[in-house]
């Protein structure tokens, strides 16, 4: 298994562009995750989507919209860049453990994301 | 105030060294996690937690339900063991599988 991948890497914007984060899972799971990381900040959820064609607003999801048309892929729009925008932005996927409320976590290595 | 917090932020530890990495929280929870983030890498689960103590290697987790708090600790400690440690949180009756974040623990251990 790939586990959870994510593209580009790394990306330059300018102010007002607007670009795609891919994200894609190959263990079937259900629930999968934005979030981004600032420096000096925890780790904050942007969107997230709990199966194919449900998603929902996390803590922090002006300007970003997503889509979850498969099980395996979770996209992230950018609809119009700004330096706000400016930060590392890792996918994850997740599934529920004996059946319970515990869910194991699988992160994707993460997009480096600057706006100028 | 935060309802993920970790002491401390930063550690300097020398090669050898036992270390502990500690976390509170302040809502109601259905498990904890650690996770290991390496220098512009990506994030690894370490443990999730929802009761008593687990052990994998030289890293052992507990977690204390009624105190709200969870710490996790390295024996012999060595230099690639220098990471930041993330403390999560699966919110009781929240999103699921979402998580919330503590800010992170920095170690860096010499060798």
């Known amino acids: 298994n790939a586990g959870v991948t994510q593209t580009p890497k790394f990306q330059v914007l300018k102010t007002g562009q607007s670009m795609t984060l891919q994200c894609a899972q190959d263990m079937n799971h259900e629930y999968m995750s934005w979030y981004r990381q600032d420096p000096g900040m925890g780790l904050r959820l942007i969107h997230y989507?709990?199966?194919?064609?449900?998603?929902d607003q996390g803590e922090v999801p002006n300007g970003y919209n997503v889509s979850r048309s498969t099980t395996e892929d979770f996209p992230l729009r950018l609809l119009s860049a700004a330096p706000s925008q400016t930060s590392v932005y890792f996918c994850?996927?997740?599934?529920?453990?004996?059946?319970?409320?515990?869910?194991?976590?699988?992160f994707g290595p993460g997009t480096r994301l600057t706006v100028t | 105030k935060n309802e993920v917090e970790q002491s401390p932020q930063n550690l300097t530890a020398q090669e050898g060294e036992f270390i502990t990495i500690n976390c509170s929280y302040s809502v109601g929870i259905s498990a904890l996690h650690w996770l290991q983030q390496h220098p512009g890498g990506g994030i690894v689960s370490l443990f999730m937690?929802?009761?008593g103590k687990k052990k994998h290697g030289r890293l052992i987790a507990t977690i204390n339900i009624q105190e709200k708090h969870s710490s996790l600790h390295i024996t012999a400690s060595h230099p690639r063991d220098s990471a930041v440690y993330i403390c999560?949180?699966?919110?009781?009756?929240?999103?699921?599988?979402?998580?919330?974040f503590g800010k992170g623990t920095k170690l860096s251990v010499k060798p």
């Open positions: 994850a996927s997740s599934y529920v453990v004996g059946g319970g409320s515990l869910y194991e976590q699988y």
């Open positions: 989507s709990v199966g194919a064609g449900i998603t």
């Open positions: 999560a949180v699966s919110r009781h009756g929240g999103s699921q599988g979402n998580l919330i």
């Open positions: 937690l929802s009761s």
